[in-house]
């Protein structure tokens, strides 16, 4: 069973404050991934990590960060929010766990995220 | 380049048989996945293929054809609660998934 969190789910925020999007999963899986989805449309890799200490940005162009200081943990920050960055935006992970190797991606919840 | 793609929008009747396909066109190849998402909810993990052919899985089987970039995902005795996006996703040579559009499919009774 999968365990991946995202908080908040759902957020409003107004043009211009700095945000930190959790994600967390309890799998002690190495590699975690942020993807960014508008509705009805499809997903786009904005950062990923393959471990602790490592990020790298996606294929989609993105002015949001991330650090991986722990294993379990992949917060996404905005540091000044625009309208454009209004979205849904899903945390993944996938790797080891329990002695297996899962090829598919876990996906959390997702946040909501709107930006007047 | 990497390129996708799938049918924008299927629709089935409740019971019947529905196959949707994709096409991909990635610059490497580790694997094909299709996940199922309900509106406003997270993708869910249907099935994988590594190597040509068919998984099955229950209502669900998936087929795959390296050699055409090639594979659909059929679904049988369709239920009302199929209604979702299914989305086509090849995972390339590291670790990273390039997804399709998605295909939105309506079940009706």
């Known amino acids: 069973e999968a365990d991946i969190y995202q908080t908040p789910r759902y957020l409003v925020i107004g043009t211009g404050k700095k945000i930190t999007l959790e994600c967390s999963q309890t799998m002690g899986h190495d590699k975690m991934y942020w993807y960014q989805q508008d509705p009805g449309m499809e997903l786009h890799l904005i950062h990923y990590s393959y471990g602790v200490n490592s990020t790298e940005k996606g294929d989609l162009s993105s002015e949001s960060t991330v650090s991986r200081i722990r294993t379990e943990h992949f917060p996404l920050t905005l540091e000044s929010a625009r309208p454009s960055h209004t979205s849904q935006y899903l945390c993944?992970?996938?790797?080891?766990?329990?002695?297996?190797?899962?090829?598919?991606?876990?996906f959390g919840p997702g946040t909501r995220l709107t930006v007047l | 380049g990497q390129n996708i793609d799938q049918p924008t929008e299927m629709t089935a009747t409740e019971g019947a048989i529905v196959q949707i396909n994709c096409t991909y066109q990635?610059?490497?190849?580790?694997?094909l996945f299709w996940y199922q998402q309900h509106a406003g909810e997270a993708p869910t993990f249907l099935s994988y293929n590594v190597l040509d052919g068919l998984e099955e899985k229950g209502r669900f089987s998936s087929f795959l054809s390296r050699s055409k970039g090639y594979s659909y995902l059929l679904l049988k005795e369709l239920q009302m609660k199929d209604s979702a996006s299914y989305l086509c996703?090849?995972?390339?040579?590291?670790?990273?998934?390039?997804f399709g559009p998605g295909t939105r499919l309506s079940v009706l009774p």
């Open positions: 990635t610059s490497g190849f580790n694997g």
């Open positions: 993944a992970s996938m790797g080891l766990a329990g002695g297996l190797t899962y090829n598919e991606q876990f």
């Open positions: 996703a090849v995972r390339d040579y590291g670790q990273n998934f390039v």
